[in-house]
């Protein structure tokens, strides 16, 4: 307790109280009248000093009562009492204001009751009394770091460490909110100082691993690493994140090495085993793999967390029904694991179990991060199966909820689209575009569903629009390119545009059937052919097959225009009446010339 009345015994520091102290603070509070005063009795002089004794004696008891109330708040918090702590704290600060000790307690206590803005008025009148208390200040820096005001927390550590520049707990916080704040060069100034002040300084050394390898600095990420686990060999974090780098290096039976001998420490740490699990299949380890498989099932449960790792695991390598197995125990054990749910349900789904996979993507609620792509998934399998209506109400209900979903209006504009509802369509993804006005995807989308509306300018304009935001948008460059052949017009444009498209994506069978086509508007049929064979061999697709067979009936090879007619027939071509009536005039042709 630090009060400065000039009769009391300055022995005294109430920092932990024990059973002793609490006896000398009955005693001195007067609770034993026959042990008042251990002072030598003095004769007071006969003044007229009444009036000043009254003071000392009033100020006293006011001293006594602060003790009283401090001691009854101490017994209090070693209840669990808080609530009644603050209460007794409040009078004992009220006796004795000036007491930096009580007004420090208090903030502490509030701290503990997450009653931060209070807490910071006490440590402030800490700081008013005495601006060069370095526990006063910490608590003050450390209230602005739980507050998350990590620019103010920073400013008071600095103070504190102008007071103790030695002090290694402070550099190490302000270090470590530097590096939550991604200022990674001052963390590390701050870092080498501490290492420089104590070489073995594990967390140090740990920490400056994390930041190059934030910063891509492989080299420097292994040397702190390694570092830190030379003074511990059994750290966990350093051993996690040292094979996390291997990872991305590359260096793929250095990471194994890592994990194991994590493992050998920490057997029960899941995102090890399943990390090492995952490089044992990449690096076709079949027996160690499933080696793993057996240790996760004997150090676990179903419902676990590592065995919902193992069900994705299952998943990604195509054991389907080994991951609905898995994944099926864990959503059982564990109802509300939306993340299990979905996995399960899209496994079911890709094993082609659509019911299964409905009943489980239903079940996952709005709240879940998950809830989005359950319903798009839902939407998708009732597309599949033509239940249009079905699918557009799944998304209109999802997006009620979610209205600034963008993929909601994408697929929604897309069902339009689908059922040749184009306005519908139009609308809706213009919607979208409120929500989102550069998102490429629905303006592309708005362009396509233009297009089949017979709004081939309007949907070049959205295109257009694209390439303003980026001008290496192959689908953008190839789609006006593919127009303007198919409508005959500026087909030298048209040829430029599609020739950037195919330098951005050399292999697609759909810019090269657009690139033929051009070269068949211009004339040009042995080119137009060289790429139309291209094409076909790339994609199975109705139209390229159709345009294969435009080039054969120029050149008057009718029996192979036929056979590309009759495949983009059946493989449902979207015009089937206009193919239909190619294959009659060519018959008639044939027909003709035997």
Same mark, same amino acid.
């Given at each position: 307790?630090?009060?400065?009345?000039? !009769?009391?015994?300055?022995?005294?520091?109430?920092?932990?109280?024990?059973?002793?102290?609490?006896?000398?603070?009955?005693?001195?509070?007067?609770?034993?009248?026959?042990?008042?005063?251990?002072?030598?009795?003095?004769?007071?002089?006969?003044?007229?000093?009444?009036?000043?004794?009254q003071?000392?004696?009033?100020? *006293?008891?006011?001293?006594?009562e602060?003790?009283?109330?401090?001691?009854?708040?101490?017994?209090?918090?070693?209840?669990g009492?808080?609530?009644?702590?603050?209460?007794?704290?409040?009078?004992?600060?009220? #006796?004795?204001?000036?007491?930096?000790?009580?007004?420090r307690?208090?903030?502490?206590?509030?701290?503990?009751?997450?009653d931060?803005?209070?807490?910071?008025?006490?440590?402030?009148?800490?700081?008013?009394?005495? !601006?060069?208390?370095?526990?006063?200040?910490?608590?003050?820096?450390?209230?602005?770091?739980?507050?998350? @005001?990590?620019?103010?927390?920073?400013?008071?550590?600095?103070?504190?460490?102008?007071?103790?520049?030695?002090?290694?707990?402070?550099?190490?916080?302000?270090?470590?909110?530097?590096?939550k704040? +991604?200022?990674?060069?001052?963390?590390?100034?701050?870092?080498?100082?501490?290492?420089l002040?104590?070489?073995?300084?594990?967390?140090?050394?740990?920490?400056?691993?994390?930041?190059?390898?934030?910063?891509?600095?492989?080299?420097?990420?292994?040397?702190?690493?390694?570092?830190?686990?030379?003074?511990?060999?059994?750290?966990?974090?350093?051993?996690?994140?040292?094979?996390?780098?291997?990872?991305?290096?590359?260096?793929?039976?250095?990471?194994?090495? !890592?994990?194991?001998?994590?493992?050998?420490?920490?057997?029960?740490?899941?995102?090890?085993?399943?990390?090492?699990?995952?490089?044992?299949?990449?690096?076709?380890?079949? %027996?160690?793999?499933?080696?793993q498989?057996?240790?996760?099932?004997e150090?676990?449960?179903? +419902?676990?967390?590592?065995?919902?790792?193992?069900?994705?695991?299952?998943?990604?390598?195509?054991?389907?029904?080994?991951?609905?197995?898995?994944?099926?125990?864990?959503?059982?054990?564990?109802?509300?694991?939306?993340?299990?749910?979905?996995?399960?349900?899209?496994?079911?789904?890709? %094993?082609?179990? @659509?019911?299964?996979?409905?009943?489980?993507?239903?079940?996952? %609620?709005?709240?879940?991060?998950?809830?989005? @792509?359950?319903?798009?998934?839902?939407?998708?399998?009732?597309?599949?199966? #033509?239940?249009?209506?079905?699918?557009?109400?799944?998304?209109?209900?999802?997006?009620?909820?979610?209205?600034?979903?963008?993929?909601?209006?994408?697929?929604?504009?897309?069902?339009?689209?689908?059922?040749?509802?184009? *306005?519908?369509?139009?609308?809706?993804?213009?919607?979208?575009?409120?929500?989102?006005?550069?998102?490429?995807?629905l303006?592309?989308?708005?362009?396509?569903?233009?297009?089949?509306?017979?709004? %081939?300018?309007?949907?070049?304009?959205?295109?257009?629009?694209?390439?303003?935001? @980026?001008?290496?948008?192959?689908?953008?460059l190839?789609?006006? +390119?593919? !127009?303007?052949?198919?409508?005959?017009?500026?087909?030298?444009?048209?040829?430029?545009?599609?020739?950037?498209?195919?330098k951005?994506?050399?292999?697609s069978?759909?810019?090269?059937?657009?690139?033929?086509?051009?070269?068949?508007?211009?004339?040009?049929?042995?080119?137009?052919?060289?790429?139309?064979?291209?094409?076909?061999?790339?994609?199975?697709?109705?139209?390229?097959?159709?345009?294969?067979?435009?080039?054969?009936?120029?050149?008057?090879?009718?029996?192979?225009?036929?056979?590309?007619?009759?495949?983009?027939?059946?493989?449902?071509?979207?015009?089937?009446?206009?193919?239909?009536?190619?294959?009659?005039?060519?018959?008639?042709?044939?027909? #003709?010339?035997?």
């Open positions: 307790m630090e009060t400065k009345p000039a !009769t009391h015994n300055k022995s005294i520091t109430v920092r932990y109280l024990t059973p002793t102290h609490v006896l000398v603070l009955f005693l001195l509070m007067g609770f034993f009248p026959a042990c008042a005063r251990f002072t030598p009795e003095i004769e007071p002089a006969k003044t007229h000093a009444i009036p000043a004794q003071e000392i004696s009033q100020h *006293e008891q006011g001293i006594r602060a003790y009283k109330n401090f001691t009854l708040s101490s017994i209090a918090i070693s209840q009492r808080y609530k009644k702590a603050r209460k007794y704290l409040s009078i004992a600060i009220e #006796k004795d204001p000036g007491s930096l000790y009580l007004s307690k208090m903030a502490l206590l509030l701290k503990k009751l997450r931060y803005r209070a807490a910071l008025v006490y440590a402030f009148k800490c700081l008013d009394l005495d !601006t060069e208390d370095l526990d006063s200040r910490m608590l003050l820096a450390d209230l602005y770091s739980l507050m998350g @005001n990590d620019d103010l927390a920073i400013e008071q550590y600095d103070k504190a460490l102008d007071l103790d520049p030695e002090n290694q707990r402070i550099r190490l916080l302000i270090a470590t909110i530097l590096i704040k +991604g200022q990674f060069p001052k963390a590390l100034l701050h870092l080498d100082r501490l290492i002040q104590n070489p073995d300084l594990v967390i140090a050394h740990y920490y400056k691993g994390r930041i190059y390898l934030e910063l891509k600095r492989y080299i420097k990420a292994e040397e702190a690493f390694l570092e830190a686990l030379r003074l511990n060999k059994r750290l966990e974090p350093a051993l996690f994140d040292l094979a996390t780098l291997y990872q991305m290096m590359e260096r793929s039976m250095d990471a194994i090495e !890592t994990y194991e001998r994590l493992l050998g420490f920490y057997p029960h740490n899941a995102g090890a085993r399943e990390r090492l699990l995952s490089l044992y299949f990449k690096l076709g380890m079949e %027996k160690k793999a499933e080696q498989i057996e240790k996760i099932k150090l676990s449960k179903p +419902g676990e967390s590592i065995r919902q790792a193992l069900g994705l695991l299952y998943l990604k390598q195509g054991r389907l029904n080994e991951s609905i197995e898995e994944l099926n125990q864990t959503v059982s054990a564990l109802p509300d694991d939306d993340k299990s749910r979905y996995y399960l349900a899209s496994a079911y789904e890709e %094993k082609g179990d @659509n019911d299964n996979a409905l009943k489980h993507f239903r079940l996952i %609620k709005p709240k879940s991060k998950y809830y989005i @792509n359950a319903q798009l998934h839902i939407a998708f399998i009732l597309e599949t199966r #033509k239940q249009y209506d079905e699918s557009i109400a799944v998304l209109e209900r999802a997006l009620a909820l979610k209205k600034g979903q963008v993929e909601l209006y994408l697929m929604l504009g897309s069902l339009y689209e689908t059922k040749k509802e184009y *306005e519908k369509g139009i609308e809706v993804v213009k919607k979208g575009l409120e929500q989102d006005e550069k998102n490429i995807d303006i592309f989308r708005l362009g396509v569903i233009l297009d089949k509306d017979g709004k %081939k300018e309007s949907c070049i304009e959205q295109m257009r629009r694209i390439l303003d935001i @980026n001008p290496d948008h192959a689908d953008a190839n789609y006006i +390119g593919y !127009t303007f052949a198919d409508l005959g017009i500026k087909l030298d444009e048209a040829m430029d545009l599609i020739q950037k498209a195919l951005i994506k050399p292999e069978g759909y810019i090269i059937d657009s690139l033929g086509w051009v070269y068949f508007q211009k004339g040009l049929y042995d080119k137009a052919l060289h790429y139309l064979e291209k094409a076909s061999k790339l994609i199975p697709d109705p139209t390229v097959h159709e345009h294969l067979g435009d080039v054969y009936l120029k050149k008057e090879k009718h029996k192979k225009a036929l056979d590309n007619y009759q495949k983009a027939l059946s493989i449902n071509h979207p015009e089937q009446e206009k193919i239909k009536e190619k294959i009659i005039h060519i018959k008639k042709l044939l027909k #003709k010339m035997d």
